[in-house]
């Protein structure tokens, strides 16, 4: 494999973690970040409970892909690194 399709895949990973943070933003737009408790605001208690599942789904996919990103991103410096320096 070459070095130009590892640094393709590389920025797949970057803008795939990037497009799934400007999701994220997204969604919190929708959050209402009031406690609904008075009587007859028991209708905004579901949507509520649904947008913090989606967001708590999109936090933990972003920490995954964020560490797979930087650590995917280390080794191909690593991988550069070690060429340059068996070209010496």
Known sequence: MTF???MVL????V????SLAL???FVTMR???YVHIAE????LIPQQLEVAQKIAALDRWGEILTV???AYGLVIGALYLYQRFQAY
């Open 4 to 6: 130009t399709a590892l």
């Open 23 to 25: 999701y994220r933003k």
């Open 31 to 33: 959050e209402d970040d």
């Open 68 to 70: 797979v990103t930087a």
């Open 40 to 43: 007859g605001e028991e209708k």
């Open 10 to 13: 590389f920025l797949v990973l």
């Open 15 to 18: 803008v795939a973690t990037a």
